[in-house]
């Protein structure tokens, strides 16, 4: 079993629709057993939210629901519970490690650094592009996937 989680500021925008776009990749190809995935924040302001209509309605698009998902903050303790964690953006792997007390067995890493193009994934909050950002991380969970493939842990 590979245990992921994905990470961003609220847990309501990028980092729950990494959790549902990877959840239905590896359900689709049929390794959905293989995995644990959740996501999680780094900030406790939107805990207990749903996630963000925007989002919802991405996904909608694709057939992936969010239904029953709330936001809950990154805790400590997740480190040993995870492989794999995962960020957004350089701001959340900062906010990772002061959460998780550092990355002694590198498990941090932004999303798309997985991808032939590394970098940060935008915050629909702030720019309202959701497709953009479902873009993105449609291409990091692809990358994400075949790495893990490529490494032979799938």
Not at 36 to 45: D, F, G, L, Y
Not at 77 to 87: A, E, N, S
Not at 103 to 111: A, G, Q, S
């Amino acid at each position: 079993m590979i245990n992921v989680i994905f990470v961003c500021h609220g847990n309501i925008c990028r980092s729950p629709m990494a959790e549902f776009v990877f959840r239905d990749m590896v359900e689709k190809r049929g390794l959905g057993d293989c995995f644990c995935i959740a996501s999680a924040a780094t900030s406790m302001e939107e805990v207990g939210n749903p996630v963000h209509r925007g989002t919802r309605e991405k996904l909608r698009e694709h057939g992936i629901s969010t239904e029953g998902k709330r936001a809950q903050v990154l805790e400590r303790t997740d480190y040993g519970r995870y492989d794999y964690l995962l960020g957004m953006e350089s701001w959340n792997l900062m906010n990772m490690r002061r959460i998780l007390g550092g990355d002694p067995e590198n498990k941090i890493h932004r999303l798309l650094d997985f991808s032939d193009n590394p970098r940060d994934i935008a915050d629909p909050w702030y720019t309202g592009n959701f497709d953009a950002t479902y873009n993105d991380i449609a291409e990091g969970c692809q990358a994400f996937l075949r790495w893990l493939k490529d490494n032979g842990q799938i």
